[in-house]
């Protein structure tokens, strides 16, 4: 669960009371656009936590946040990618702890410079369109959760309207934190 709570605090779980998840088999591009790097890179509050977000010389994006955790410093870390869908980034996001390969989906929308918005997947709706076959893909059901696992996040970002993958009535925002100016 370290991974989900990194997971539920980027991507803006503002009340959630289970743990379910849409998740890709791959990354959602090879590659993040430099235009998204834009958006994402520098250092983020997101409620009492400083996110650091950089990319690598292959584009591959990191994130990472260090918290205060029984007496001592735990380092929080998550590689992503991006692509741009509309005015929103799509990101899949992996934990280089887990060792099975998914990719949770997150939604990002930059408001304005100083602000940014994540939202989680509508679980539950992502689940009817795989079972209606409409992607492929499968769903797990648990006792308190339940995980879609879809095979290309691509095509059904790009074929579905966001809006009905998305719940962009709940954002969790993200304020950029800029350096102070030295005297």
Known sequence: MKFQHTILTLGA??????????????????QTESLIQEELTGTWQVEDEIWKIEFDETDLGH????DWKKNQFE?????????????????TLE???EA?????????????????????PKAKAVAKLVEAGKFE??????????????RDAVEMVT????????????PKTLKRVKPLEAD
């Not at 893909?137 to 879809?150: H, L, P, Q, Y």
Request: net charge negative; with cysteine; aromatic share 6%.
């Open 13 to 30: 779980a503002l009340a959630l009371t289970s743990c379910d998840a849409v998740v890709s088999s791959n990354h959602i591009s090879k």
């Open 75 to 91: 380092i929080s870390r998550a590689l992503f990618q991006g692509l741009k869908v509309d005015k929103t980034t799509i990101i």
């Open 63 to 66: 994130v990472a946040s260090l």
């Open 137 to 150: 893909g499968e769903v797990e059901r648990g006792k308190n959760s339940m995980t879609v696992k879809i």
């Open 159 to 170: 074929t579905t309207p966001l809006e009905e993958l998305f719940d962009f009535g709940k």
């Open 95 to 97: 934990s280089p702890e």
């Open 100 to 120: 099975e390969n998914k990719f949770h989906l997150i939604a990002f929308r930059l408001a304005n410079e100083e602000t940014g918005n994540v939202f989680l």
